[in-house]
T-cell receptor
């Protein structure tokens, strides 16, 4: 069974540029999460989706970050404009309803210059 | 102060050693406790999952939770070079859906 797929794996952009990350969760997983992991730290939740609905986005910086999950499957996370402090690894995870296990993708490593 | 604290390491041990990894936390509402392993440039993968206090064993791995002390541990017996990774503890409140609070991770190096 394929795991969580993320692309791109690496992205280098200049500050003030836009950037988008894409995530394809494990088939059948209705819950999808976006996390940000800064160097030497644990992941921090940005947003959680139950199917198409964002049920927890309290940690998403809404002035520059946006996310969508059309049709309750794939999801995109966008930053516009990017700032130097956005350099981090952006992880996507998915889980089945009622299952405590979250399966993580490999992440997108973002460097903002 | 962070809700979940973890010594960042690195922790270096010889192959075959018993490894002890620990986390402390401040929120007594946490009920579910997990350990994730993260290899370099990979996403975290779930190793152990426990509910409330007690021990849980899975092969060479044992997870312990002491809620009275707000302290959790992961023990690795007969450590192998392939165990070299960053170990993240994570926990959640029973009422918080699947929102996990992670520690900062401890980097473990097992030397042959």
């Amino acid at each position: 069974e394929a795991g969580v797929v993320q692309s791109p794996r690496y992205k280098i952009i200049e500050k003030k540029q836009p950037v988008a990350f894409w995530c394809n969760p494990i088939s059948g997983h209705n819950t999808l999460y976006w996390y940000r992991q800064n160097l030497g730290q644990g992941p921090e939740l940005l947003i959680r989706y139950e199917n198409e609905e964002a049920v927890d986005d309290s940690q998403l910086p809404k002035d520059r970050f946006s996310a969508e999950r059309l049709k309750g499957v794939d999801s995109t996370l966008k930053i516009q404009p990017a700032e130097l402090g956005d350099s981090a690894v952006y992880l996507c995870a998915s889980s089945l309803a009622g299952d405590e296990t979250q399966y993580f993708g490999p992440g997108t490593r973002l460097l903002v210059l | 102060q962070k809700e979940v604290e973890q010594d960042p390491g690195p922790l270096s041990v010889p192959e075959g050693a018993i490894v002890s990894l620990n986390c402390t936390y401040s929120n007594s509402a946490f009920q579910y406790f997990m350990w994730y392993r993260q290899y370099s440039r990979k996403g975290p993968e779930l190793l152990m999952y426990t509910y409330s206090s007690g021990n849980k064993e899975d092969g060479r791995f044992t997870a312990q939770v002491d809620k009275s002390s707000k302290y959790i541990s992961l023990f690795i017996r007969d450590s192998q070079p392939s165990d070299s990774a960053t170990y993240l503890c994570a926990m959640k409140r029973s009422s918080a859906g699947n929102m996990l609070t992670f520690g900062g991770g401890t980097r473990l190096m097992v030397k042959p």
